[in-house]
């Protein structure tokens, strides 16, 4: 009975679960005598199931956090730069008054440009039956329409390539462990700006379509909903330079005295007052049909 409920340790040693615990004894050396010296382990060799899984981690670890620091605030630099290439692209635009050319929006389909006559032809119908072709552009030809299309076009091609330069990094640097618990909110807090971003665009152009009876206006977006699509391109813009630079710079060795504190509140006072300004002269920019109205009838007074 006590053999069956507590067997020897020598049947429990000679069993394979036990057996894989064991370090495993390297190969008795071949040279006829019986002295029992072992050989030592080549490279490559493991003796144990626990060194196995420790070098197969090994194999598949991350970079440094140095080096890995450096690649994220390398790509996060590029984001930066496409961000205020579409900023500027959006400003030709607006300057152009292509804004309002094209009357729908699809995520795919739209990515793929009219190529033969008669899908000109179709698109520009379309464009037809919105106010600004109605009230300003009534005139206009198909050669005109297909300039202010492709410059409407670009900027949202443009607006693609952001969302793919932010998303497939930081997926694949999520995916290698490049990316700290830090910079992890970081990275999903900027790719969820840059889809609302891109929402937000497709929300202030609808504003300038929806037709309205009684009014004989030059069709135009919402002035609060473009300030709002300008400022969250600022605000990403600027998470992504100041990200990249907190990664790429070293800390500053400054000592906290009263003028550097001064210092940083006059600088962050500074950026918040160009922010500003840069939103309000875009509800100027839309209003300024009635402030030249509002002046044109107080000189005749």
């Known amino acids: 009975m006590q053999r069956l409920l507590f067997?020897?340790?020598k049947t429990l040693l000679g069993s394979q679960s036990v057996r894989l615990l064991v370090p495993r004894a390297a190969p008795r050396t071949q040279c006829?005598?019986?002295c029992g010296i072992r050989r030592p382990l080549r490279s490559g060799q493991y003796s144990t199931v626990s060194e196995v899984a420790l070098q197969s981690g090994r194999e598949t670890a991350s970079l440094p956090s140095k080096a890995a620091d450096r690649v994220v605030g390398r790509w996060l630099l590029v984001c930066s730069g496409t961000v205020a290439g579409a900023v500027i692209l959006g400003g030709v635009t607006r300057l152009t008054e292509s804004g309002l050319s094209m009357v729908d929006w699809h995520l795919?389909?739209?990515?793929k440009p009219p190529t033969s006559q008669e899908e000109w032809e179709t698109e520009f119908q379309k464009y037809q039956q919105f106010p600004e072709f109605k009230?300003?552009?009534?005139n206009m030809t198909l050669a005109e329409f297909k300039f202010i299309w492709y410059m409407e076009y670009s900027h949202r091609m443009w607006g693609r390539i952001v969302g793919l330069a932010y998303i497939l990094p930081a997926a694949y640097f999520w995916r290698k462990g490049w990316l700290n618990r830090g910079m992890k909110g970081r990275v999903l807090a900027l790719c969820a700006l840059v889809c609302f971003q891109g929402l937000l665009g497709w929300y202030m152009v609808k504003s300038g379509l929806e037709e309205k009876p009684d009014s004989h206006d030059i069709p135009r977006v919402s002035q609060y909903r473009l300030a709002a699509h300008l400022g969250s391109a600022?605000?990403?813009?600027?998470?992504?330079l100041w990200t990249s630079l907190s990664l790429l710079l070293p800390q500053h060795k400054l000592p906290e005295t009263r003028q550097l504190l001064w210092l940083r509140r006059f600088a962050h006072?500074?950026?918040?007052?160009?922010f500003l300004t840069?939103?309000?002269?875009?509800?100027?920019l839309i209003r300024d049909g009635l402030?030249?109205?509002?002046?044109?009838?107080?000189?005749?007074?």
Do not use: D, W
Request: glycine share 8%; charged share 10%.
């Open 7 to 9: 067997p020897p340790l």
């Open 32 to 34: 006829g005598c019986s």
């Open 108 to 111: 795919i389909k739209e990515m």
């Open 135 to 138: 009230i300003l552009n009534h």
């Open 234 to 240: 600022l605000v990403l813009y600027c998470a992504s």
């Open 269 to 274: 006072g500074t950026a918040g007052l160009v």
């Open 278 to 284: 840069a939103l309000s002269g875009r509800i100027l």
């Open 291 to 301: 402030f030249s109205l509002h002046f044109q009838v107080e000189s005749l007074a």
